[in-house]
């Protein structure tokens, strides 16, 4: 049989780190639009309990805990906030990562003149702030029965993207790291937690904004060279990773594991011929 209601998060007690970023918005209100209880876990307590507001004042539940996803201690308290306020944890959304400036090869340095230690800082975040809540919250998903882990890995892990080398080679790193937990998590667990990964192609939002706009407003000619590759011919909107993440969080995803979905309007895909 067929459930009718397999896409639903309801009563789901769902974690977003980076719940508080520009994607994240569209991750918590597409989970709570669901059913879900979104618990934003990130490190601006203002826009993270303003989105808890927006949520139940649309008479959905939400939650906000302020944390770094790099140190196990405040995740460890957060755990247990949550079990205590709603005794279990069904999912995890890993949102918090991105680009870090200090990690970036402008176009004029020399590629032998790396900066080492900002490509660190981009690997850390991106891997280890996505490795480190799982190594927390894991165990409490898999007692759900049906649990389910999202990474949120990019294209850049799978086409070489000038300047962003630190970035790439942490998104590369969630990669393996998906298939390879997904694997040994299914060898202990059986079928009660599955992880999978989406990469999303480009969203304009804060972090990227000054590589990919003009301050008019215009693109840069890294935009215009990200449009012209992308068979859409535009960049996405938060929103249209919402359809790929509720799959990914409820049973209608139930046998899959392992996998990164691509949300990105054809730009892995495209020889550009
Ligand atoms: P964003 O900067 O708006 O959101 C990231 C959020 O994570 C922020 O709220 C930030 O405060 C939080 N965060 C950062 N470090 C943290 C830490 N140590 N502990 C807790 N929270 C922390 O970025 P975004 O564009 O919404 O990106 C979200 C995710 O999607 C990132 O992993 C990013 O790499 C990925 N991504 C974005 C794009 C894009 O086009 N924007 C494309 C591919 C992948």
Redesign the pocket.
């Known amino acids: 049989m067929i459930p009718s209601d397999m896409f639903s998060l309801k009563g789901k007690v769902i974690i977003v ?2 719940g ?5 918005a569209s991750f918590v209100k597409g989970i709570a639009q669901q059913g879900g209880i979104p618990i934003i ?4 307590a203002e826009k993270g309990n303003e989105r808890v507001a927006d949520i139940i004042s649309n008479g959905g539940m939400a939650h906000f805990i302020a ?4 140190e196990e201690a405040q995740l460890i308290t957060a755990k247990n906030e949550i079990l205590e306020k709603f005794g279990k944890i069904d999912g995890l959304v890993n ?5 870090i400036p200090t990690g970036v090869l402008p176009p004029t340095e020399d590629v032998f003149n790396l900066n080492i230690e900002g490509m660190k800082d981009a690997l850390v ?2 891997l280890w ?1 996505t490795v480190i809540p799982v190594q927390v919250f894991g165990p409490e998903i898999a007692k759900t029965g049906n649990g389910s882990i999202v990474n ?4 850049s892990s799978k086409r070489a993207l000038t300047r962003v080398l630190g970035y790439s080679m942490g ?1 590369a790193a969630i990669d393996t790291y998906t298939k390879w937990f997904a694997v040994e998590m299914a060898n202990r667990y059986g079928d009660t937690i599955r992880m999978n990964s989406i990469m ?4 304009l ?4 904004k000054n590589l990919l706009t003009n301050t008019d407003g215009s693109y840069t000619d890294r935009g215009n060279a990200i449009i012209r590759n992308t068979p859409y011919k535009r960049f996405g909107h938060p929103d249209e990773l919402v359809g790929a993440l509720i799959w990914l969080l409820s049973d209608a995803s139930k046998f899959v594991t392992g996998m990164d979905i691509g949300v990105d309007g054809g730009f892995t895909i495209n020889s550009g011929v």
């Open positions: 780190t980076g508080t970023g520009v994607l994240g876990l990130g490190q601006n944390a770094n996803v790099l949102g918090a990562g991105g680009n975040l991106n702030g949120i890995s990019s294209v998104k999303p192609g480009f969203f939002t804060t972090q990227n």
